[in-house]
T-cell receptor
Framework: AQSVAQPEDQVNVAEGNPLTVKCTYS??????LFWYVQYPNRGLQFLLK??????LVKGSYGFEAEFNKSQTSFHLKKPSALVSDSALYFC???????????????FGGGTRVLVKP | DAGITQSPRYKITETGRQVTLMCHQT?????MFWYRQDLGHGLRLIYY???????DKGEVPDGYVVSRSKTENFPLTLESATRSQTSVYFC???????????FGPGTRLTVT
């Protein structure tokens, strides 16, 4: 079975400071990894993904994520957080089971980010 | 306007009633998905579909029924709603060969 863990329910950071949201995964084969963001009363928005290639992936809104195969991690980072980055962040891994296997995602429990002015 | 839409956005229903949540996408994506979002559980997959007339169970399918007679629509029906089905429901779609999913705005369902 494939799974994703986000060990922190909430991350608090001061505006202008670096932001890191942690994610670890477990898959049987090569992982496809994703980060999504959810603002209040909205659906999830795609931030970035890792499929193959460079371990450092750049995405929307200045976010990036580093794939680390040996540590089975895919942490989300932003060098300088903004108050507007306050939201719920989800890590996800692509699931390979079932007929729609190629596109199924398994999500972590989410991490709430609060950026204080 | 193109994209993925859900209706209704908010719904209150009584225990035992049947309720259908609608999902419509204008991209002609092959894949469509239904998730529920609950505190402490993140997003859990209810049902998914690889194409019209092809559906399969996800992680938490009990109490739900889906159909996909047309590529663009993927309705989710609660045959006899229970309080435990109070949740926020998200529909998503994905194109063939594309790994990212695109989410609708969600439906907040309350079962009293």
């Amino acid at each position: 079975a494939q799974s994703v863990a986000q060990p922190e329910d909430q991350v608090n950071v001061a505006e202008g400071n670096p932001l890191t949201v942690k994610c670890t995964y477990s898959v049987s084969g090569n992982p496809y990894l994703f980060w999504y963001v959810q603002y209040p009363n909205r659906g999830l928005q795609f931030l970035l993904k890792y499929i193959t290639g460079d371990n450092l992936v750049k995405g929307s809104y200045g976010f990036e994520a580093e794939f680390n195969k040996s540590q089975t991690s895919f942490h989300l980072k932003k060098p300088s957080a903004l108050v507007s980055d306050s939201a719920l962040y989800f890590c996800a891994v692509r699931d390979i089971r079932g007929r729609a296997a190629g596109n199924k995602l398994t999500f972590g429990g989410g991490t709430r980010v609060l950026v204080k002015p | 306007d193109a994209g993925i839409t859900q209706s209704p956005r908010y719904k209150i229903t009584e225990t035992g009633r049947q309720v259908t949540l609608m999902c419509h996408q204008t991209w002609s994506h092959s894949y469509m998905f239904w998730y529920r979002q609950d505190l402490g559980h993140g997003l859990r997959l209810i049902y998914y579909s690889a194409a019209a007339d092809i559906t399969d169970k996800g992680e938490v399918p009990d109490g739900y029924v889906v159909s996909r007679s047309k590529t663009e629509n993927f309705p989710l029906t609660l045959e006899s709603a229970t309080r435990s089905q109070t949740s926020v429901y998200f529909c998503a779609s994905s194109a063939q060969g594309q790994s990212s999913q695109y989410f609708g705005p969600g439906t907040r369902l309350t079962v009293t």
